[in-house]
């Protein structure tokens, strides 16, 4: 498996297993049809081999992708299915020692998944139904832990997802910038940070808007040709 499709699948295990069953029965919800897509950037570190220090991590690798979600199906109990593609397009690879890009692969493939989630706060699409917004804590998809309000100021709400794990020498934390009109989540971010390096950032997956019917009803969804599937 190559590296980049390794820290994708974390990035995206961290993302789908950030959820709890949000109550849904006066929320707004999501219907068939709407969909989000995120320009998506998953930048991970390794040593700089110029410098004597341990600590020193710079970027190895940069891709570049697009993330696609959209609602196929919802019902009466509060749940929705929903196709989530990930599509990939560029990767950078960079010298360890100058910094400067190395070589640049186009992939052009992608991965998809469909799932049931919640419609009021599904794990898989960044969505929260304004009603929840600004409580303490908030609980998206299935069988996760919460996130929890670090900020809100100017209708934007940020939630915070952290864990560590000393076995496995990481400290990991999830994101959230959500638009407190339409409850869309503008801004997103997955960030693995290394224990033994001084929690040094060693993997960070952004995402960030694109376009999405639920802020602009007049939106439609791009097309994606040319890609094949990554497995």
């Known amino acids: 498996m190559n590296s980049y ?19 849904a029965s006066q929320a707004a919800q999501l219907r068939p049809g709407d969909f989000e897509v995120y ?28 993330y696609f979600i959209n609602v196929t199906k919802a019902f009466n109990n509060g749940t929705v299915f929903l196709n989530f593609t990930e ?12 910094g400067k890009v190395e ?10 998944i469909t799932t049931l989630d919640n419609a009021t706060a599904p794990g898989l699409m960044y969505y929260i139904a304004p009603q929840y917004l600004g409580k303490d804590s908030i609980r998206r998809g299935f069988n ?3 996130m929890f309000l670090e900020s809100s100021a100017n209708g934007t709400y940020v939630y915070v997802w952290q864990n560590e794990s000393q076995a496995l020498g990481v400290k990991l934390a999830f994101i959230i910038y959500v638009n407190g009109t339409n409850g869309v989540v503008y801004k997103a971010e997955s960030l693995q940070y290394s224990l033994p390096y001084n929690d040094s950032l060693i993997f960070n997956a952004t995402y960030v808007l694109w376009k999405s019917n639920l802020v602009n009803p007049n939106a439609t969804p791009p097309h994606f040709e040319g890609y094949r599937p990554l497995y």
Do not use: R, W
């Not at 499709?5 to 109550?23: E, H, R, Y």
């Not at 070589?103 to 998809?112: C, D, F, G, P």
């Open 5 to 23: 499709v390794a820290l994708t699948l974390i990035g995206l295990f961290v993302v789908l297993s950030l959820g709890l069953l949000i109550d």
């Open 39 to 66: 320009n998506v950037t998953l930048t991970s570190y390794a040593l700089n081999c110029a410098t004597n220090s341990s600590y020193k991590l710079v970027p190895y690798s940069v891709v570049h992708a697009f």
């Open 87 to 98: 599509y990939f397009y560029e990767t950078q690879f960079f010298n360890l020692t100058t």
């Open 103 to 112: 070589k640049t692969v186009y992939n052009y493939t992608y991965l998809n």
């Open 144 to 146: 996760a832990p919460p």
